[in-house]
C-alpha cells in the first residue's frame, strides 16, 4: 500500500509541479493557456517516467539492452 501511494504522488507531484511552472510562466509573458497546457503535459510526461522508474519497469528494460 506503501509504494502505491508514493506511485501516485509522484504522479501528482508531476503534472502539479508542471501545471505550477506553466501558471507561472503565463503570467510572466502573458501567453495564457499555453504554458499551462504545454508544461502540464510535460509534468505528466515527467511523472509517468518518474513512477516507471520507481516500479522498476525502467531498469529492466536497461538490463535486457
Same mark, same amino acid.
Given at each position: 500500500?506503501?509504494?502505491?501511494? =508514493? !506511485?501516485? +504522488?509522484?504522479?501528482?507531484? &508531476?503534472?502539479?509541479?508542471? #501545471?505550477?511552472? *506553466?501558471?507561472?510562466?503565463? =503570467? !510572466?509573458? +502573458?501567453?495564457?493557456?499555453? &504554458?499551462?497546457?504545454?508544461? #502540464?503535459?510535460? *509534468?505528466?510526461?515527467?511523472?509517468?517516467?518518474?513512477?516507471?522508474?520507481?516500479? &522498476?519497469?525502467?531498469?529492466?528494460?536497461?538490463?535486457?539492452?
Amino acid at each position: 500500500m506503501a509504494l502505491g501511494f =508514493r !506511485l501516485s +504522488s509522484e504522479l501528482v507531484a &508531476g503534472v502539479l509541479g508542471g #501545471a505550477a511552472l *506553466g501558471w507561472g510562466f503565463d =503570467r !510572466l509573458l +502573458s501567453i495564457s493557456p499555453w &504554458g499551462l497546457i504545454v508544461f #502540464a503535459l510535460v *509534468g505528466f510526461i515527467a511523472g509517468v517516467i518518474n513512477v516507471m522508474r520507481s516500479a &522498476g519497469v525502467m531498469s529492466k528494460q536497461s538490463e535486457r539492452l
